[in-house]
């Protein structure tokens, strides 16, 4: 139930537990053609005092908005789009948090160096969610993981990932990681069997195993599942408090 107010354009959810809002990934461009941002739409104002579980989907969320949805004594937040409103969001109180689920597609960031500073942001300032989870998309940009300052995260996922050996370092400096997914790109330019040298090398290219809280480790490697399991257990040694590691 919703009562809306039509002289001050508020809608008011006395008991919503559960919202969603979706959006286009299209929708969060800046738009060259003349046309209206989407963020520049009139919203209404929302008063959500119930709400616990708020998910956004690939939709701009103007500040005013972000804050009403924020003082909200959320138990999950879900939201997919640009880092920026993201962090936009997450400036608001997160105290009250069990999960965090934020996914990004590199195709909608404006640039790296916004990115790596929006997410660092985040992420480095979120010590009391028990759950925190990142997905990264079609990382095209060429990423560079030693940008990035994600200490507090527990959960990640990337898709189309060009360079392995730094992301293996890049999980390193995350303290409180627990679970990871790797789907490796392998394209026409790529010999598969670096990704497995890369992976038995590890005990070479570093003296000691890392303080890692690692405990599950996906990796997909398209084309070379023969040989890549071999090449897991090297891993093992790298984190060595992993209960599950296996081939999505």
């Known amino acids: 139930m919703f009562i809306r107010n039509n002289d001050s354009n508020t809608l008011v959810f006395e008991n919503?537990?559960?919202?969603?809002?979706?959006?286009?990934?299209?929708?969060?461009?800046?738009l060259q053609d003349g046309s209206i941002d989407p963020i520049d739409?009139?919203?209404?104002?929302?008063?959500?005092s119930q709400l616990e579980t708020l998910v956004l989907f690939?939709?701009?969320?103007?500040?005013?908005?972000?804050?009403?949805?924020?003082?909200?004594?959320?138990?999950?937040?879900?939201?997919?789009g640009r880092s920026d409103y993201a962090h936009m969001l997450c400036q608001h109180s997160t105290s009250n948090l069990n999960e965090l689920i934020l996914s990004f597609d590199m195709y909608s960031e404006l640039n790296t160096e916004t990115f790596y500073?929006?997410?660092?942001?985040?992420?480095r300032n979120i010590s009391k969610i028990p759950i925190v989870k990142c997905t990264v998309i079609d990382p095209d940009l060429e990423i560079d993981w030693s940008f990035v300052d994600w200490s507090y995260l527990t959960?990640?996922?990337?898709?189309?990932?060009?360079?392995?050996?730094?992301?293996?370092?890049?999980?390193?400096?995350?303290?409180?990681l627990v679970f990871a997914s790797l789907s490796v790109n392998i394209n026409y330019n790529t010999d598969p069997r670096?990704?497995?040298?890369?992976?038995?090398?590890?005990?070479?290219?570093?003296p000691k195993p890392v303080p890692s809280k690692l405990e599950t480790l996906l990796i997909s490697l398209?084309?070379?599942?023969?040989?890549?399991?071999?090449?897991?257990?090297?891993?093992?040694?790298?984190?060595?408090?992993?209960?599950?590691i296996g081939k999505v």
Request: hydrophobic share 40%.
């Open 16 to 30: 919503l537990k559960s919202m969603q809002i979706l959006g286009d990934r299209f929708s969060e461009f800046d």
């Open 155 to 176: 959960h990640l996922y990337v898709q189309d990932l060009a360079d392995l050996d730094k992301i293996i370092d890049a999980i390193s400096a995350m303290p409180y």
């Open 117 to 123: 500073h929006n997410t660092s942001a985040i992420f």
């Open 58 to 80: 690939e939709i701009p969320i103007p500040a005013d908005v972000a804050e009403s949805l924020m003082s909200a004594p959320l138990k999950e937040l879900t939201y997919k």
């Open 222 to 244: 398209y084309g070379i599942d023969s040989t890549l399991d071999s090449a897991l257990y090297e891993l093992k040694w790298y984190y060595p408090k992993l209960k599950h």
């Open 194 to 206: 670096s990704f497995v040298t890369i992976l038995k090398g590890l005990s070479q290219r570093y």
């Open 41 to 48: 739409r009139a919203w209404p104002k929302l008063v959500v």
